[in-house]
């Protein structure tokens, strides 16, 4: 498993986050999924952290 840093600010765009949750990938490893709870929201990134 690889280490991931994913940095967003506090708001509601993309790749912003309000109350991130559960993290998870996808079974090859190359899209991570961030519950971003107080948006209602799931947000895809790819391993390189590109939305």
């Known amino acids: 498993m690889e280490n991931l840093l994913l940095n967003g600010t506090l708001s509601k765009g993309d790749g912003q986050?309000?109350?991130t949750g559960d993290?998870?990938?996808d079974p090859s490893g190359e899209?991570?999924?961030?519950m971003d709870i107080d948006?209602?929201?799931?947000?895809?990134f790819h391993?390189?952290?590109e939305l």
């Not at 899209?31 to 961030?34: A, E, G, N, R, T």
């Open 17 to 19: 986050f309000s109350g």
């Open 31 to 34: 899209f991570i999924y961030v």
């Open 39 to 44: 948006n209602n929201r799931v947000q895809k």
């Open 47 to 49: 391993k390189n952290g």
């Open 23 to 25: 993290i998870a990938s």
